[in-house]
């Protein structure tokens, strides 16, 4: 089993980011003007983030970027990852994305044995090449 270094799941990111922008593009549109409605929106963001992300990778292991780049998410012990641990990564992805540019994520998949983030520690996952 081969561990995956941050870059392809950075490229993964990009994919699936950029895969959601209509979503965002649309729940800003409802949200209307003023620096409120901008803080509603980017929880808003995050939240259908978290969501699709926690979905797609607790039902079928990867997102479509993860797909595309030919990565999946496994528990530990090599077996399907669970919603419940999805959901745990990426409620932590916050705290890997800290300050910006997700330096501490970087920092502990660089440093980490099975090169985990601090969400997949937390859940007992890994990022692999399939």
Known sequence: MEYEHSHRRA???LIDMFLLIPVYFIVGKFAGDGEVTESLTAIASTLIFIA???WVEGT???SLGKRVVGIKVI???GE???LKA???RNLLRIIDALPNLYIV???VITFTKKRQRIGDLAAKTVVIRI
Request: aromatic share 10%; with cysteine.
């Open 11 to 13: 490229i993964a990111m």
């Open 52 to 54: 699709y992300m926690t």
């Open 60 to 62: 079928y292991g990867q």
């Open 75 to 77: 528990m530990e012990n």
């Open 80 to 82: 399907k990852c669970t």
């Open 86 to 88: 999805a959901l745990i």
């Open 105 to 107: 994520g970087i920092l």
